[in-house]
């Protein structure tokens, strides 16, 4: 048999599917993989059945329809103050993942080098490399996960052709700041470099904190492609319904790749979704509020038990050191012993990290229903020993 490709061939199964499938084979509860679980807004669902019904199930626009369109612009105006023109700066993609993908393959050609920021999302890496680009990896650590501003200017040189940043940012939970935003955008307008915002948690911030879209600071609006997720924001992961938002010249060369990947997107989720977008405040608000209870109870639940656990300022995941519970494997091994052994399971934060001695933190998803995270923290609290809330 002739060799397949060898970028993706290098690659195992992600970790997400590796420890959904271990969680179901040992009836744990998944607080590995990144999905909520109890939030979806019914007035979405209904939407979607409705337009079923209703409305075309044909190929709609390939930059999307132009209801969502019009309500994914009409949404940055509202949340940012960010003027968009539905028709020529707005693409609707299948999940944000593929907006990622489009944005890669749609801008690098062989050999341009793309600085990305450690720990990073899966397919980050895997895309950049398969659409020819060169990664120069810069690395957060934790407990702080500071961006380090040297490493990130010795990052760039004239050959790099973007950046990819992701605010508030899986797994760290960390909200990159208005300086250093500020910084980024300095060497964005020095090294002449584009960036690929993945701002797919923009809404899941916590503690009063709001999340400022790089494409809002000055001289960026030609240089971002900021995207959105549907599943993130209306906790409907499955829908995979996704958005970049771009200048016509950035967002043309994406939709030659989204023309040949993914097309279109399924109209009666997208129907649905654009009636999402104009929700009240309360919807919004309501989100992450009820989130950031969650991530408290979680949070309280694993310390109580011994870990200890880093603070979470955005999206769906906590991060917790499992040292303190005297577990001398690395985080991997950790991470299958709680899945087979505890019955819950959780994402080792090595895998988001091409390399390094980050193996001691354990990712949980605090995206659940209060009786699974209950249901989790007891199953640990038995199997560590540790006293019974
Ligand atoms: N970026 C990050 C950082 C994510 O965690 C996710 C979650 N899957 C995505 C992108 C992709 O989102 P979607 O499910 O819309 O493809
Ligand atoms: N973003 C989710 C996570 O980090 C999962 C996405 C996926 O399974 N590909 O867990």
Redesign the pocket.
Known sequence: MKSANSVLSSYGTTIFEVMSRLAVEHGAVNLGQ?FPEGLEPPALLEAAARAMKEQSQQYPSMMGTPALRRAVAEHARRFHGLTVDPDREVMVTS????A?ADCLFGLIEPGDEVVLIEPL?D?YLPIVRRAGGVARLVRLEPPEWKLPRRALEAAFSDKTKLLII?TP??PTGKVFDAEELAFIAGLLERFDAYCVC?E??EHLIYDGRRHLPLICLPGMRERCLR?G????TFSL?GW???YVTACPALLQPVAKAHQYIAFTTPPNLQQAVAEGLGSADAYYRGLADGLQARRDKLARGLAAIGFSVLPCYG?YFLTADFRPLGWNGDDVEFCKHITVKAGVAAVPVSIFYQAGDVRHYARFCFAKKDEAIDEAISRLARFFGAPQA
């Open positions: 990144g999940g944000g993942t593929e990622l999302y397919s992701n940012m899986n993945d797919v948690y995207i997720s549907a599943g993130k992961t995979k319904v996704g999206s």
